[in-house]
């Protein structure tokens, strides 16, 4: 069945992004208000995974388009609860890197963003499973998922406080051991960082796998076995400057399906949240799982 796309439910994480004062419904009233087509209805998380439970309850009850208000672990939860059901997800970012919204190009403007759910354009995009786990953007081991722990207990959110906590944690964090097969490709190597990248992007514009196509079926893996002095500057350089690829300092491969055995528990993230650690891993990629509202500049390839 077609999902009605003028049935719209807002899930808002209250707490997402550092302005609590966020009048989300004044704001749905100045743009949407004008359109009577349109049906809309805000559902409040009020803990941790409560977003995946109110996005599959509004998807059953016919809403055609779910909005994730809220930064990529919203966006993580309300995409789990969508899976299977045809109803769309659309961004409302508001978190701390908004990874996904950027590479949908999903305007970070949220009078923008609303605006484009009066005549939103839908398309499926591939989706990620670390250990049966949903991601949408990004999953990884390594540094950054010890980072994302270390994020989450430090008690202040934004890009500076994320700058200051892996700077710490740079001073202190060992690689470990790990063999990757990737197709018929066997590696083994040390681990710094392996990410697994759906979208282009961690968030705030670092583009850990610039060339990512998150329609293409297949998974663009990143690979920094070793992260000294000299190229940290180059790795930090080329997040910024979305030329990685070419710096020399990490290298790539693309993958269906991925498996890590570590040597040591490794600790994994899903779309920038920390999730556990493990020493078995399988990656593997759902081709156009989740439909899903892009930006006028996404562009199809």
Same mark, same amino acid.
């Given at each position: 069945?077609?999902?009605?796309?003028?049935?719209?439910?807002?899930?808002?994480?209250?707490?997402?992004?550092?302005?609590?004062?966020?009048?989300?419904?004044?704001?749905?009233?100045?743009?949407?208000?004008?359109?009577?087509?349109?049906?809309?209805?805000?559902?409040?998380?009020?803990?941790?995974?409560?977003?995946?439970?109110?996005?599959?309850?509004?998807?059953?009850?016919?809403?055609?388009?779910?909005?994730?208000?809220?930064?990529?672990?919203?966006?993580?939860?309300?995409?789990?609860?969508?899976?299977?059901?045809?109803?769309?997800?659309?961004?409302?970012?508001?978190?701390?890197?908004?990874?996904?919204?950027?590479?949908?190009?999903?305007?970070?403007?949220?009078? &923008?963003?609303? =605006?484009? %759910?009066?005549?939103? $354009?839908?398309?499926?995009? +591939? /989706?990620?499973?670390? *250990?049966?786990? !949903? #991601?949408?953007?990004?999953?990884?081991?390594?540094?950054?998922?010890?980072?994302?722990?270390?994020?989450?207990?430090?008690?202040?959110?934004?890009?500076?406080?994320?700058?200051?906590?892996?700077?710490?944690?740079?001073?202190?964090?060992?690689?470990?051991?790990?063999?990757?097969?990737?197709?018929?490709?066997?590696?083994?190597?040390?681990?710094?960082?392996?990410?697994?990248?759906?979208?282009?992007?961690?968030?705030?514009? &670092?583009?850990? =796998?610039? %060339?990512?196509?998150? $329609?293409?079926?297949?998974? +663009? /893996?990143?690979?920094? *076995?070793?992260? !000294? #002095?000299?190229?940290?500057?180059?790795?930090?350089?080329?997040?910024?400057?979305?030329?990685?690829?070419?710096?020399?300092?990490?290298?790539?491969?693309?993958?269906?399906?991925?498996?890590?055995?570590?040597?040591?528990?490794?600790?994994?993230?899903?779309?920038?949240?920390?999730?556990?650690?493990?020493?078995?891993?399988?990656?593997?990629?759902?081709?156009?799982?989740?439909?899903?509202?892009?930006?006028?500049?996404?562009?199809?390839?």
């Amino acid at each position: 069945m077609t999902p009605n796309l003028s049935r719209l439910c807002f899930i808002f994480n209250p707490i997402s992004g550092t302005n609590r004062n966020f009048d989300l419904q004044g704001l749905l009233n100045q743009v949407l208000s004008k359109d009577y087509a349109l049906h809309y209805e805000i559902r409040p998380t009020q803990y941790a995974g409560h977003a995946e439970e109110l996005a599959r309850e509004a998807a059953a009850q016919g809403y055609g388009i779910v909005v994730a208000v809220g930064g990529d672990g919203t966006v993580n939860e309300v995409g789990r609860g969508l899976l299977g059901t045809g109803a769309a997800m659309a961004v409302l970012p508001r978190g701390s890197g908004n990874g996904l919204a950027r590479h949908l190009g999903i305007p970070l403007r949220p009078e &923008a963003a609303v =605006a484009l %759910l009066r005549r939103p $354009r839908v398309l499926p995009i +591939d /989706v990620g499973r670390l *250990n049966g786990r !949903p #991601f949408f953007c990004t999953a990884g081991l390594g540094f950054d998922a010890h980072v994302s722990r270390c994020f989450a207990e430090a008690g202040t959110r934004g890009l500076s406080t994320y700058v200051r906590v892996a700077l710490r944690e740079y001073q202190r964090y060992r690689p470990c051991p790990v063999e990757i097969t990737l197709g018929d490709k066997h590696i083994q190597t040390d681990c710094y960082v392996l990410a697994f990248a759906n979208a282009a992007q961690y968030g705030n514009n &670092a583009y850990i =796998a610039p %060339l990512a196509d998150i $329609r293409d079926g297949l998974l +663009d /893996v990143c690979l920094i *076995n070793q992260l !000294p #002095f000299t190229r940290a500057i180059r790795v930090a350089y080329g997040l910024a400057a979305g030329n990685l690829p070419t710096s020399g300092a990490a290298d790539y491969h693309t993958a269906q399906t991925v498996h890590v055995r570590a040597e040591q528990a490794l600790g994994f993230h899903l779309d920038g949240d920390y999730a556990g650690d493990a020493t078995d891993f399988t990656v593997a990629l759902e081709p156009l799982a989740l439909p899903v509202v892009v930006g006028e500049g996404f562009e199809v390839k």
